[in-house]
């Protein structure tokens, strides 16, 4: 099977047009990126000083503050006539996260640390679920919806296997600035791309 007809399986060209190719393509790898952590957050947590509820919190820390900014720039969101940026700045806000994950040296850091990444996710999360509406049909929508969904479970449960693959080999060190290089390229390569084209 060639390559052609590996991408005609997984974008069907009567279901997908190239705008939806190139939101799958890099949110696909931004849940990859986001994978290779999660199953390892606490094990990460306890290697720099803290406990299981430490672990807790700081994740608990993330969700509340990514829910609540979700919520609050709902309106003003709906001002911003390209939504492609701010999906665009809440990867590089992701590339930060996972630097300062590379040199986390506290607690106080990590709950920072954490307050940012909320920050990336209630910019760049509903503008990636705006974009990609922006790009589907009617009929098909539900369709290209769980095609996505799909893959990036599929994503998810190959980055869990390879991220721990890799923190087991070489440490959080460089597989952090790995993925903190990735969100930064996400980010830059969505910010220059041709306003049409998402």
């Not at 994978?35 to 919190?57: C, E, H, N, R, W």
Request: proline residues 3%; aromatic residues 14%; charged residues 10%.
């Amino acid at each position: 099977m060639n390559f052609k007809k590996i991408t005609y399986l997984i974008f069907p060209k009567n279901r997908f047009n190239k705008s939806l190719r190139i939101l799958i393509t890099v949110n696909t790898t931004m849940v990859f990126v986001l994978g290779m952590l999660t199953p390892f957050y606490a094990v990460f947590i306890q290697k720099i000083g803290g406990d299981v509820a430490s672990a807790g919190l700081s994740w608990a820390i993330f969700c509340v503050v990514a829910g609540i900014l979700t919520l609050a720039l709902g309106n003003w969101r709906l001002k911003v006539k390209e939504q492609e940026l701010l999906l665009s700045l809440g990867y590089i806000i992701r590339g930060i996260v996972f630097l300062s994950y590379a040199f986390m040296g506290s607690m106080l850091q990590l709950i920072l640390t954490q307050i940012i990444w909320g920050i990336g996710v209630a910019f760049g999360t509903p503008a990636f679920d705006s974009v990609y509406s922006s790009h589907t049909n009617k009929k098909q929508s539900v369709a290209q919806w769980g095609h996505w969904e799909g893959i990036a479970s599929i994503a998810t449960g190959l980055a869990a296997i390879i991220g721990g693959i890799l923190i087991q080999k070489f440490g959080y060190l460089p597989v952090f600035l790995g993925m903190s290089a990735l969100s930064f390229y996400l980010g830059i390569y969505v910010w220059r791309l041709p306003r049409e084209t998402l």
